[in-house]
């Protein structure tokens, strides 16, 4: 009798749950799905062109790869990359020794009974003056493993947000004439570049004339490109790369597009508009003057 209850109880259900799923079926085969559409490519990021030099740059601007200079921002990744990096900067060399380590006798200190004072052993003992220290700390390791490719994200991320603060900075060339800082000072005053700026260049060693100039300004550092991390461009507020660098990131970051060009290009407004605008597949050499 109860099993008869339940049964009547359960088969309307059923029978509700099955005509449902044969609506949904039956409407899902006669409606015909929309096709896949292909997505659009991705546009390139345009950035002004700045001049070290003081020389008039008009209308020029170089054409970044979207896939490293347009990344969503993620705060997660930018955290795992700072504190990889300043975990592997920490030395771990603090050292203490423990009681079989301190020099000494180990020769019992006095009896075990009879003095009416508390039990001593040796005069290592952690309890003494002296004597070893218990739970030191040791020589170690503090440095934590992070997958390459996350790596390479948080260096999108952080170059995306750089752009998207407007605190990021592009030159030709990252050169200098002499060797005075107070001509690079009047210079870089003019330009806002004072406080909290990197400079980072994509050949093989800072201009030997910049890095003279520029090593006695406080709130600056030049680097190449190949010492660059993500905590450089975390910490520094305000980041300058040339056209090199550029290069030299979007061929190790970029996911289609590789290296960068000097190509005259008229866009759809009026007027000639020359960019640096990336190639995909082929090498070529930067063409500047």
Known sequence: M??????????????????????VSSSTQSSPQPAIKA???????????????????????????PTVFN????????????VHYLD?????????KTRGEVRGSGRKIRPQKGTGRARLGDGQSPMLRGGGVAFGPKPRDF??????????????????????????????????YCAKTRTLKRRLDLMGWTTGTLFVTGESQVHPALRL????????????????????LIKWRRVVLDVSAIQALERRLSKGWVDVVEEPIVPQSQGAFPLLQ?????????QLQ
């Not at 002004?48 to 601007?61: C, N, P, R, V, Y």
Request: charged share 25%.
């Open 278 to 286: 990336s190639t995909p597949t082929e090498h070529r050499p930067v």
């Open 213 to 232: 100039a520029g090593r006695n300004l406080p709130g600056m550092d030049f680097k190449v490109v190949n010492d660059l991390h993500v905590y450089d």
């Open 88 to 96: 592997s900067q920490r030395q771990g060399t603090a050292s203490t």
């Open 71 to 82: 990344h969503p921002i993620r705060r997660d990744i930018l955290h795992l990359c700072a």
């Open 143 to 176: 440095s934590t493993k992070l997958n390459r490719k996350v790596i390479e994200m948080g260096m999108r991320v952080a170059l995306s947000a750089k752009l998207k603060d407007q605190r990021l900075g592009v030159v030709r060339r990252l050169h200098w």
């Open 2 to 23: 109860w099993s008869v209850s339940w049964r009547a109880v359960l088969q309307p259900t059923q029978f509700l749950r099955r005509t449902v799923t044969t609506a």
């Open 39 to 65: 997505a659009d490519p991705l546009q390139p990021v345009y950035l002004t062109l700045s001049s070290l030099h003081g020389k008039k740059i008009k209308d020029q601007a170089v054409a970044l790869d």
